[in-house]
C-alpha cells in the first residue's frame, strides 16, 4: 500500500528563528514516540528555514515550496534544485494557486520545473484546480484535463509515477479562496476523472500508482471527508499546518483509519 500523505505547506510564515525554533521544538514534542506504517508526514518551510528543518522526526520528510528548472546560472533570486537535494529535501510543491495567480505561473512555467524537479531527484508535488468562476461554468474537467496534459505530456512511465498530483479547487483554500467547501463528493467525482485521464493517458496499473492529494481548507475535523471518504492519496494542509500538534493528530487518525481498514 502506498504511504498516505500529509503535507503541510508553512507557505511565507515563520517569520523569525525563534518562531521556527519554536515550531520544531512543537512538532518534535508532538512526534515523540508516534509510530506510522501508514501514513508519511511532510513539512514545507520557506526556503530560508530549510536547513534547520534538515533534521525532522522519524516518519517526516522536508520540502520546499518552489524550485527553478536549471541547475545554476543567471536566474535571479530563484533556488536550484541542487540547493534543496543539499539541504535533504525530497520533495518540491509546485503551480501552487498562490504563485499561479500572484506571480503568473503557467502551465509551461510548471511543467518546466516539474522537468527540473524530476531530473534532479526531487519528487514534485503539483498543484492543479479550478477558480469558483471556472467552476461555476462546469469547466472543472476542463481546467483539470488542460492541467494534468501540461503536467504528464511526453513524460516517461516512470517519471510519471513520482510525480504527486494535489487537487487544490482554488476557491476551496482557507486564506485565498471563497470561504466554501467542496463535499466528499465534489472531490470523489473529481478524483474518478483524473484516474479515468490516467487510465486513458497511460494505463490502470499507473493510475493506480500516481497519488492524488486533496487541499484547500484541511482541518483534522474535515480530514476523512475531504480525504479517505473521496478516495484520496493524502493531503495538502495550509493553515492548519501551522499547528504542529493539529498535524502530527491528523497523521494519527489516518493512521488508525487506515490500520482499521487494513484488520477488515
Ligand atoms: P489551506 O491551504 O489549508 O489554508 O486552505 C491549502 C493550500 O493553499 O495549499
Request: aromatic residues 10%; hydrophobic residues 40%; glycine residues 6%.
Amino acid at each position: 500500500m502506498k504511504d498516505f500523505l500529509v503535507v503541510g505547506n508553512l507557505k511565507m510564515n515563520l517569520l523569525s528563528e525563534n518562531e521556527c525554533e519554536h515550531y520544531l521544538a512543537e512538532l518534535r514534542k508532538a512526534a515523540y514516540g508516534k509510530h506510522f506504517t501508514h501514513v508519511k508526514g511532510i513539512v514545507a518551510p520557506p526556503f530560508v528555514h530549510l536547513y534547520r528543518f534538515a533534521h525532522l522526526p522519524t516518519h517526516f520528510a522536508l520540502a520546499a515550496q518552489d524550485v527553478h528548472w536549471e541547475k545554476s546560472g543567471a536566474a535571479t533570486g530563484s533556488i536550484s534544485p541542487l540547493m534543496l537535494k543539499s539541504f535533504s529535501t525530497e520533495y518540491v510543491i509546485l503551480g501552487h494557486s498562490e504563485r499561479r495567480s500572484a506571480l503568473g505561473e503557467t502551465d509551461e512555467i510548471i511543467r518546466a520545473k516539474v522537468d527540473g524537479a524530476l531530473k534532479h531527484n526531487l519528487i514534485p508535488i503539483v498543484c492543479i484546480g479550478e477558480t469558483r468562476e471556472e467552476r461555476d461554468q462546469e469547466m472543472t474537467t476542463a481546467v483539470v484535463s488542460r492541467q494534468l496534459e501540461s503536467i504528464f505530456n511526453g513524460l516517461s512511465t516512470l517519471q510519471s509515477e513520482k510525480v504527486i498530483v494535489a487537487y487544490e479547487p482554488r476557491w476551496a483554500i482557507s486564506t485565498s479562496g471563497t470561504g466554501q467547501l467542496p463535499t466528499t463528493t465534489d472531490i470523489f467525482q473529481v478524483k474518478v476523472f483524473m484516474r479515468k485521464w490516467f487510465t486513458e493517458h497511460f494505463d490502470a496499473k499507473l493510475a493506480e500508482k500516481i497519488r492524488v492529494l486533496y487541499g484547500g481548507s484541511v482541518n483534522s475535523i474535515l480530514l476523512p471527508s475531504f480525504s479517505w471518504e473521496a478516495e484520496m492519496d493524502g493531503v495538502l494542509v495550509g493553515k492548519e499546518s501551522l499547528f504542529p500538534r493539529e498535524l502530527v493528530k491528523m497523521m494519527e487518525m489516518s493512521e488508525q483509519h487506515f490500520k482499521n481498514t487494513d484488520a477488515v
